[in-house]
């Protein structure tokens, strides 16, 4: 081992590149997706929407209570190492889970004539459309360039750990926030699928 390596605690881990081959199952998704809705079967729509809806939730959950904290509190080198390594695939599993949870949903709340019923029993579609608005804008607006930023930020000789730091800590806050908007979601579903 080089000295300069064994004197820098920040020593660059190798990092996987962002490939699009080494993440070829959202092909998969999207093709399971695509599949059931020109089948109009509810059950398999409402089973992939539930199953990537449960994908999406317990994500946004596990990393804004328990991973966040976690890294909060581990070494740089080993914050920097896990990062490296979780930010590729979190770049195609979280838009790849949004996609298909909100495209099922959408086409789910038309088969069932959600769409067309009367207020006041529509507001529930509302509150579902803003808390699925704001979790795919939230997702794609913010958590994704995040996402990419801290990744290209790792990857250099000499990166700017308080930057990565800030970076981190607003980006698990935010993936906080969608576990608390996930719960919402899940309770405005319940109260739909139950009946108004």
Known sequence: MSQAHAASPLAPPTAPPISVRDNWWVLVALALLVAA??????????????????????????????LGPILGRVDPAARRAILLRLTPRMLFFMPTVSIVT???????????????VPFPQRWWIVAAFVIAGLLV?????????????IYFEL????PDIEKIRGMTR????????????????IAV???????F
Do not use: C, E, K
């Open 102 to 116: 909100t495209t099922a949903g959408w086409f789910l709340a038309s088969d069932f004539g959600f769409l067309n």
């Open 189 to 195: 579903m319940a109260r739909m699928a139950t009946g």
């Open 137 to 149: 804008v939230q997702g794609l607006g913010i958590l994704l360039p995040t996402n990419l930023r």
């Open 37 to 66: 809705i020109v089948s109009h079967s509810l059950w398999f729509l409402n089973g992939l929407h539930v199953f990537a809806g449960l994908l999406w939730t317990g994500t946004d959950l596990f990393m804004g209570f328990v």
């Open 170 to 185: 607003r980006y698990f806050g935010v993936i906080a926030f969608q576990g608390v908007l996930q719960v919402a979601i």
């Open 155 to 158: 990857r250099r000789d000499q």
